[in-house]
């Protein structure tokens, strides 16, 4: 059989890849297409996930045994072919290529073709450019500045809780808690 794949992208509207690859080709063989179709290297870490309908991942399929003790079912890219994981037309998966940042490109199983056979994975199309391979994790993430500790004068005192001054008042009466048998409570 031959599954036809079509790889698509949120971050670049425009970006579509069309893969066709037999049935019973590995993972890593589906990986490599990709990586190579969008003009990704094969240096970094990367998964499959195959995904329910709403595209929640569920099983996890990685490029290599990362000695987990758990008692799931682990998944090898090399050693497991597509058609051990995958049966349906309109199958989904996540293959995350960028483990830092948790970029993904969105996989969908388009159509599968029985009675044919293909020696080699063939990129029958490709729309538009695919997402920058590696960004900068301090473009992803926002770290806050923190202030100056040697200007005291200098820190905005609004972003703590409470911008007033210290109130008698707010702090609650604890003279309840001393009726509390302590004995019923063991610390």
């Not at 003009?39 to 195959?50: A, C, H, R, T, V």
């Not at 830092?100 to 293909?118: Q, S």
């Not at 590696?134 to 200098?154: C, S, V």
């Amino acid at each position: 059989m031959i599954y036809k794949f079509v790889i698509v992208s949120d971050e670049a509207d425009n970006f579509k890849l069309q893969i066709a690859i037999d049935s019973t080709a590995t993972f890593m063989q589906l990986r490599n297409i990709i990586l190579d179709s969008a003009g990704y290297n094969k240096e970094q870490m990367d998964s499959f996930y195959i995904c329910d309908d709403e595209w929640n991942m569920e099983k996890e399929v990685t490029c290599m045994d990362m000695g987990s003790d758990s008692d799931e079912d682990i998944w090898i890219m090399d050693d497991t072919q597509l058609d051990e994981l995958l049966e349906d037309e309109g199958q989904r998966l996540k293959f995350v290529f960028d483990y830092m940042t948790e970029r993904f490109f969105k996989v969908k199983l388009k159509e599968i073709i029985p009675g044919k056979t293909l020696h080699d994975p063939l990129c029958e199309s490709k729309i538009g450019n695919p997402p920058v391979e590696n960004i900068d994790i301090t473009e992803f993430i926002t770290i806050p500045k923190l202030p100056d500790a040697n200007n005291i004068e200098a820190i905005d005192k609004s972003e703590f809780y409470g911008d007033e001054e210290y109130n008698d008042d707010e702090i609650s009466d604890f003279e309840e808690m001393d009726d509390l048998d302590s004995d019923s409570y063991k610390f």
